[in-house]
């Protein structure tokens, strides 16, 4: 049987000791991520490891895997999109500090008392990893006969600038 996994998390407690956390959540408890994907049935697995690097940055080293099932922006038909993700974030208390974190990090701002929202933070590296326009990568299949049929008609038109190209060459 497997443990509960914690929600909120006392990062500086973690990174000290160094913890990792693993778990899955179904994609149905993450209420901003169903509302953007089709089929809320699968589960999203993650691991992230807590740490202090050298500056004494706590970090948390994370890696997350969905199959999520999203609406293609061309054919309007279902497609289904990997994600498989690694991501770094430096914890700080204000975001006034995020200037002071190295580059390797994407900033995290932890909550008054240090702490932070797992299941917010795995949602939220899901949310970035999603393509800003579903497609396709292949061809989609126009199931609409007459606007293939417009797309060939427009083919065979002559070109408008044809003219102009004729006098350039007189």
């Given amino acids: 049987m497997s443990k509960p996994i914690l929600e909120i998390i006392d990062v500086m407690q973690f990174a000290k000791g160094k913890r990792v956390v693993r778990g899955r959540y179904p994609m149905a408890s993450l209420q901003r991520l169903s509302s953007i994907i089709g089929d809320a049935k699968e589960h999203i697995e993650f691991e992230v490891q807590f740490f202090l690097d050298t500056d004494r940055t706590v970090?948390?080293?994370g890696q997350i895997k969905a199959t999520l099932s999203?609406?293609?922006?061309?054919?309007?038909?279902?497609?289904?999109?990997t994600i498989d993700a690694r991501f770094r974030l430096g914890a700080v208390k204000h975001e006034s500090l995020t200037d002071r974190l190295s580059d390797d990090y994407e900033p995290l701002i932890l909550d008054d008392?240090?702490?932070?929202?797992?299941?917010?933070?795995?949602?939220?590296?899901?949310?970035?990893?999603?393509?800003?326009?579903?497609?396709?990568?292949?061809?989609?299949?126009?199931?609409?006969?007459?606007?293939?049929?417009?797309?060939?008609?427009t083919e065979t038109?002559?070109?408008?600038?044809?003219?102009?190209?004729?006098?350039k060459r007189q």
């Fill in 113 to 153: 008392a240090g702490c932070i929202h797992l299941q917010n933070v795995i949602e939220d590296e899901l949310i970035l990893n999603i393509p800003h326009i579903a497609k396709h990568t292949t061809a989609c299949i126009n199931l609409n006969p007459d606007a293939a049929q417009e797309n060939t008609q």
């Fill in 70 to 81: 999203l609406t293609c922006q061309r054919c309007l038909e279902p497609l289904t999109h």
């Fill in 157 to 167: 038109h002559e070109n408008p600038f044809a003219v102009l190209h004729k006098l």
């Fill in 59 to 61: 970090v948390l080293d």
